[in-house]
Structures are given as C-alpha cells and as structure tokens.
C-alpha cells in the first residue's frame, strides 16, 4: 500500500539505512533486470495514486525550468521571460530552478500551471527512466519525498529478499552496528535537513560552519555530524581545522569513506596527498592514469546512449577518490582516441562522450 504522504517522514526514518543498503545491493544486480522491475512497479504503483492530493513533490524539490518553458509559463503571468526570472528563478550549475519551496505555483487545488508545467515536474520522479542503477542516490532521496518511490523501495526488498536478506547482513559485518549510522530524530527532521540544503543554495559557507558547529556540539556522539563540520570547514576554506576534525574522526571511523574523502579534499586543497595522514585504512586514491581510461571505456562500451563527462566523474567517485576534477576527466579522455564528444566542452555536464565504433 502506497503511504499517505503526511506519513513518510516518519516511515522514511525507520527504514533509511535499509534502503542505502538495497541502494549498495543493487549495484551489483543486472542494470536491464532493475530496469525491468522498477518500471513495471511504477505504472502499477503510479496507477491508483492520486498526485494532486499529494504534491509532496512540489513542496520539497526545485525543478529545473528550461528556455522554452520560461516563456511559456511567463506568457500565462503576463510577464517578460526576465521579469519571470527575477522573480521566481535562481540561476545553478544545473540551469534556472524555481526560487522557493514549496513551489510558488502551487495552488490549493495542485499546480496552477499544470498545463505548461515544467518537463522536470512532468518526469518526477523519474523511476520510469532507463538506467535506474545510475539514478539510485536520488532514488534513496526521494524515498523521503515520493510516497510512490518509497513504497517502490519496499517492494524491491520484497522481490529480492532472500538474497538482499544475505546482503544486509554482510554489509553489517563490514560497516559494523546499524545503531551507530542511526540519526537521532531531532537531527534528521525535514526542516533541517532543508535549513542546512539552504546554505548550499546560497553557497553561504560560514553560515553552514556555524550551523553545524552547533549541531557537531550538541550532538557530539554522531559520528555523521562531526564529519558534516569537517565537511563545512572544507567548504569554508578552513582546511587546517577540517584537517584536524576529520583527521580524529578516521581514527575513530576508519572505514568510513565520507571522512576519508573529506580529509582528502581538505589535504588536496593546501597542496599536500594522501601521504601526509596515518591512515588506519588507507582510501583507494583515483589518478588519471590508463586505468581510469579502461574503466571509463568499459563503462561507455555497455551504455546504449552517450554519458556527460559528470555522470561518468560520479561513476569513479564510487569507485575511490579522484584526485582530479571532472574538467581534468573531460581534457585526459580527449587526449585518448578511443573517445569522441558532442556538446559543450564548457562544463563536463554538458559534455557528453561516447566510445569510438571502430
Ligand atoms: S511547477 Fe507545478 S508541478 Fe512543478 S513544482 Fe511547481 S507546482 Fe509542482
Ligand atoms: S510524484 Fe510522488 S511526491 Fe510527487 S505528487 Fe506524485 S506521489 Fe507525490
């Protein structure tokens, strides 16, 4: 049964580091099989569910609006595309995004452009997309957003159960007692989580070290609020005292691979690698070497469709810690003949490569 949406908050709590688990588990089965699965479970699910009366989505996600897409809804305000802009987009990496949340659009009765509404809101939340094993940090996400996905979720566990059961408790024998990566409540509310995603929004990187240095300090057990201050310091520029805090965290957390990547963002920034820490367990350190060249030939030759050179940075990003930035990925697979391109070679999301038939 698909929850209530005034229910999933809760519900996403009690099963959040299950479902990081089914996320890890999955990566390991056959993409075309998950493919399979998720989208059969999407039409039965979305079938019966009434979005109108849920429009989680539309309080807790900033779509992307497009060129041709601005012009249209501006023209229903009787605004300018700029005027339009001004006063309900923000500019990102990822292009325009609705400025506030819960969407300014939404009406009582749902979205009051529904007709023109964007194409973002239209595909949400995208689980009947190929290559469902590529959207899977968003997937786990959206459990706590999406009734449907988190319902998904559940019947994913059920069609693999006794191997995800095998799974699970593998994955506790390496990353140990569950307890320990459980939030405390308080913590994991949404409007916190919301709070801290506004400093990101503003890039307000002082605001965020204050944020959470009153978190870290209240909850000073929580191995992921003190990493979450490590991680702030970084982002601030603060790279002796992010060294300092993530330093004493990997002693404690060893295997845990946030701090490790952290740690060395922070030893990357001022110049030095990973040979300045005693590690207790030393991070996979990715170099521009032939075997990226070979794991990313790999990973395009099964890939139906061309991959952004970003998509391709956080593919090795699960693999260990690249030592270069996805403008250094897109100049090293250039240099190899093996490749081609298409797009923008501005940004390495706009850029995107493929294997060269030969
Ligand atoms: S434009 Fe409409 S569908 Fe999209 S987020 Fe806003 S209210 Fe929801
Ligand atoms: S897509 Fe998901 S979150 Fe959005 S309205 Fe439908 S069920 Fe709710």
Redesign the pocket.
Known sequence: M?LP?DKLQKAFKRVEEENWMLRAFLKGQDPDEVDNIVHNLHKEL?ED??????????K??APIVKGKEIKVISAQFKLTAAEFKNKYLIKTDEGFIINKKPCPFLAESGCSVYEHRPANCRE??FTDKEEILTRLINLVE?CA?????FELFERLKKHYSDEFESYKVEYEEIWGNEDEYEYDDEYDDMEEWEADAEFFDQEDWEGLVEYRRQKAEKYPDDSDCQWSLGEAYVLNKEYEKAINILDGLHKKYPDNPNIQHSLLDALFAIGKDETAINWIIKPSILRLDNNILDYCYNFLKKKRKPRTVHELYLELYCEGYPAFDDNQLMDFLLSDNRFTITGSTDKSYDCYISIIKR
């Open positions: 698909v949406p979305f569910y009434d979005c109108i009366a849920c429009s989680n989505c539309c807790a996600i949400y939340p959206n957003v999406c009734p449907v996905v």
